[in-house]
């Protein structure tokens, strides 16, 4: 299994601004990703984050609203910019191991107002 | 239609009583099926992973899947009230990394 620690685990924003949330591991992963989950919804992929590459963006996700960072195998970022208040929802950073299984952190509850 | 359709209850029930939940999905090339339990305000935690079809059993927890009826259910035995949370179930292909969420069950177990 894999240790995942999140900051912050809530925040609540202005609309217009900008939010860096961070995922740490406490092992070398290769495989990073980062979800969104909303009121009701299913957990949705936002985008896959490998160290070493850019990361791979799923549809309806653009890399100018979530610019994601991956500078090593235990560490990355997603900002979420220019918030709006559709932007509220809890991120979730997960990491995949060798079995295929997928861990994921606390969440960051982000409210926009 | 979703590729995973899970009902999102509230399901409430009594301490002790076995508990089924229960996914369907659409896409044949799903390989790999998980069940994950999400207690409020926590991020989801794997509880059960199988492939292909067939069950798996770990203590009161079995997970069932059957591919020809694409249809994937988890059984909680002598449900406890600690067993309240959301469960969501998650699939995936062969060969991929992403994976396909329910939109999560909520169960309470009342004592």
């Known amino acids: 299994s894999a240790v995942i620690s999140q900051k912050p685990s809530r925040d609540i924003c202005q609309r217009g601004t900008s939010l860096t949330i961070q995922c740490q591991v406490d092992?070398?992963?290769?495989?990073m990703f980062w979800y969104r989950q909303q009121p009701g919804q299913s957990l949705t992929l936002i985008a896959t984050a490998n160290q070493g590459s850019e990361a791979t963006y799923e549809s309806g996700f653009v890399i100018d609203k979530f610019p994601i960072s991956r500078p090593n195998l235990t560490f990355s970022t997603l900002t979420v910019s220019n918030m709006s208040p559709e932007d509220s929802s809890i991120y979730l950073c997960?990491?995949?191991?060798?079995?295929?299984?997928?861990?994921f952190g606390e969440g960051s509850r982000l409210t926009v107002l | 239609q979703k590729e995973v359709e899970q009902d999102p209850g509230p399901l409430s029930v009594p301490e002790g009583a076995i508990v089924s939940l229960n996914c369907t999905y659409s896409?044949?090339?799903?390989?790999?099926f998980m069940w994950y339990r999400q207690y409020s305000r926590k991020g989801p935690e794997l509880l059960m992973y199988?492939?292909?079809?067939g069950n798996k059993e770990d203590g009161r927890f079995t997970a069932q899947v059957d591919k020809s009826s694409k249809y994937i259910s988890l059984f909680i035995r002598d449900s406890q009230p600690s067993d309240s949370a959301t469960y969501l179930c998650a699939m995936s292909a062969y060969n991929t990394d992403k994976l396909i969420f329910g939109t999560g069950t909520r169960l309470q177990v009342f004592p």
């Open positions: 896409n044949s090339a799903f390989q790999y």
């Open positions: 997960s990491v995949g191991v060798m079995t295929g299984e997928l861990f």
């Open positions: 199988t492939y292909s079809s």
């Open positions: 092992s070398q992963v290769t495989m």
